[in-house]
């Protein structure tokens, strides 16, 4: 449970959104909780693909894109499917950390859903962005990364090449990459900075159609 002090610092990092303050009292006030158990599973994704124990990319392409699939077309989004919170027994990736999920399957309100209509490819869009990082950081020397990133993920034409299949997976999702850290560094400066969902359905079909 949260201290009043640790809420009202939310609540005002959040440009004192009521919405936020309402959620953050009726989790306090909840007279039940969801313990989800699995198979322990001791690395996340950004550990073993850091270390090389990346395997086969175009399967972990393929995985990723099925299961951001699968969960679109039931109506729910993740919403936080960075790397530290995909786990990885080396063959298949297991997505954990639902706090920030919804379903269509909630008692939703029309605001409600009409946001997860809004933002029904951000989890694909999400998942194909920490992608192309990842294989482009596997694929530079560190010191090298900065220069590499500044070339990949402009909107120039690309004047260097990676190692296959890094390279491949780099290109389909280098735009995507950019518009989400264009809209996540927006984000971080003021929190109503609009979601560019017709720039992000149009690189998605380009990327996988």
């Not at 790397?83 to 027994?89: A, Q, V, Y």
Request: hydrophobic share 40%.
């Amino acid at each position: 449970m949260l201290t009043k002090e640790e809420r009202n610092e939310l609540v005002v990092y959040w440009d004192g959104s009521e919405a936020v303050g309402k959620r953050l009292a009726a989790m306090d006030a909840a007279t039940a909780e969801v313990v989800v158990c699995m198979e322990q599973l001791s690395e996340s994704l950004h550990s073993a693909l850091a270390f090389g124990k990346n395997g086969d990319l175009t399967q972990l392409e393929k995985e990723l894109l099925l299961v951001t699939a699968f969960m679109q077309a039931k109506g729910f989004l993740h919403f936080d499917a960075h790397f530290h919170n995909l786990l990885t027994n080396g063959k298949h990736v297991y997505f954990a950390d639902f706090g920030l999920a919804i379903s269509k399957e909630f008692e939703l309100n029309t605001e409600e859903r009409a946001f997860i209509d809004k933002h029904r490819d951000y989890d694909r869009m999400y998942v194909a962005s920490e992608l192309a990082c990842a294989a482009l950081k596997m694929s530079v020397e560190p010191s090298e990364l900065e220069e590499a990133a500044d070339q990949y993920f402009s909107q120039q034409p690309l004047s260097c090449t990676l190692p296959l299949p890094q390279d491949g997976i780099v290109r389909r999702y280098r735009n995507l990459a950019r518009l989400k850290e264009n809209f996540m560094r927006g984000l971080r400066e003021n929190k109503s900075t609009p979601y560019p969902v017709s720039l992000i359905s149009a690189e998605l079909k380009k990327a996988l159609f």
